[in-house]
């Protein structure tokens, strides 16, 4: 990830001011160079200096495409290492390998991966030319829900440094209490960006087994149920 780059989106300032002074000495100097016979020459330098200053403010703008095709890149990276880390054969075995005549373990359905930009405790936060807000740091999340067990990955990077932290946790559901939904709002200055709830998981001992943010619609709600669904049916089989 080019954090450069990304750097100069969420701090650039002054870019459209540039290309509108760049269009606007263009424009002066092409129409002096043709009405104005005597001052054909200063008005050729005046158009040339204008258009040089709209390229330069052009070439010195990061798009918010190019921040959303960073963290594209970075979501395959992170499906990648969730299916390293709960999926294949390596890491389910504990790091040995498994004999190829070996029954496959039964899965239901695929794991489901997440994506939001965090608002709390953030360096940078702008709302892009296409009016969605995004912040310089990211979280990526995956939940796999296996007939007895449940794993969930998840990656908080920033996106203009190597700050990074990340957490993989998997446990029966006979260890696990709830699924609930939590407000995420209060813990953020900008409340008005955040688009995510708080996927918190708890254990029978009253600890924090994971919290995964997740955008707040239908899927949030969708997982939440699931995941009580699967430590029900384990509660009720006691």
């Known amino acids: 990830m080019d954090h450069q780059l990304n750097t100069k989106y969420f701090t650039a300032k002054g870019g459209g001011i540039l290309m509108i002074v760049g269009i606007a000495l263009a424009a002066i100097g092409l129409l ?8 054909n020459v200063i008005g050729i330098i005046i158009a040339v200096v204008g258009i040089v200053l709209a390229f330069v403010s052009t070439g010195k703008k990061v798009k918010d495409s190019d921040i959303d095709e960073a963290i594209d890149r970075e979501a395959k990276a992170f499906e990648e290492a969730f299916v390293d880390k709960f999926i294949t054969d390596h890491s389910r075995a504990g790091g040995l390998k ?79 209490a709830k699924a609930e939904l939590v407000d995420a709002e209060a813990d953020s200055a900008y409340t008005q960006f955040v688009r995510y709830t708080i996927l918190r998981v708890t ?20 997982m939440r149920d699931e995941i009580n669904q699967s430590i029900g049916r384990f509660a009720n089989a006691e």
């Open 32 to 39: 002096a160079t043709f009405l104005f016979w005597e001052l």
């Open 98 to 176: 498994v004999s190829a005549d070996a029954p496959k373990p039964k899965r239901r359905g695929k794991p489901e991966y997440f994506g939001c930009y965090w608002f709390k405790d953030v360096k940078h936060v702008k709302r892009g030319g296409d009016g969605k807000a995004r912040s310089s740091t990211y979280c990526f999340a995956g939940i796999l829900i296996d007939p007895d067990q449940l794993s969930l990955g998840k990656v908080l990077m920033s996106l203009v440094s190597d700050e990074k932290a990340d957490a993989w946790v998997q446990a029966p559901f006979t260890d696990l």
């Open 203 to 222: 254990k029978k001992d009253g600890s924090v087994f994971a919290e995964i943010p997740l955008t707040a619609d239908a899927t949030a709600d969708k």
